[in-house]
Nanobody
Framework: QVQLVESGGGLVQAGDSLRLSCVLL????????MGWFRQAPGKERQLLAS????????YYADSVKGRFTISRDNAKNTVYLQMNDTKLEDTAVYYC??????????????WGQGTQVTVSS
């Protein structure tokens, strides 16, 4: 069973930085394309960023491009989301996800439990 465990959420002030982490347990982490999503109240879940198995390729949604950075450490079975220059609209529950499908057309099958990020003014 694939298990993803997120950490690092919390309350920050606008403009602050935050780093989210997600560990994939009991599987070969390097086999998975990884992604970060978020869901704000009343809104659909949105893909923010994804990273290929080796870490060579990344994708970012326009809303976070230039502010957020996705990275992975295959030796630690961990994917990260570095969030800089946070904004009020970044407030949401953040989820990491994993897939064995392709980086260019991923179908995420495995999800973490989510971690709350709240940005205050």
């Amino acid at each position: 069973q694939v298990q993803l465990v997120e950490s690092g959420g919390g309350l920050v002030q606008a403009g602050d930085s935050l780093r989210l982490s997600c560990v994939l347990l009991r599987r070969t982490f390097s086999s998975y394309v990884m992604g970060w999503f978020r869901q704000a109240p009343g809104k659909e879940r949105q893909l923010l960023a994804s990273i290929s198995r080796s870490g060579t390729n990344t994708y970012y949604a326009d809303s976070v491009k230039g502010r957020f950075t996705i990275s992975r450490d295959n030796a630690k079975n961990t994917v990260y989301l570095q969030m800089n220059d946070t904004k009020l609209e970044d407030t949401a529950v953040y989820y990491c996800a994993a897939t064995l499908t392709t980086f260019t057309s991923p179908a995420y099958a495995y999800w973490g439990q989510g971690t709350q990020v709240t940005v205050s003014s």
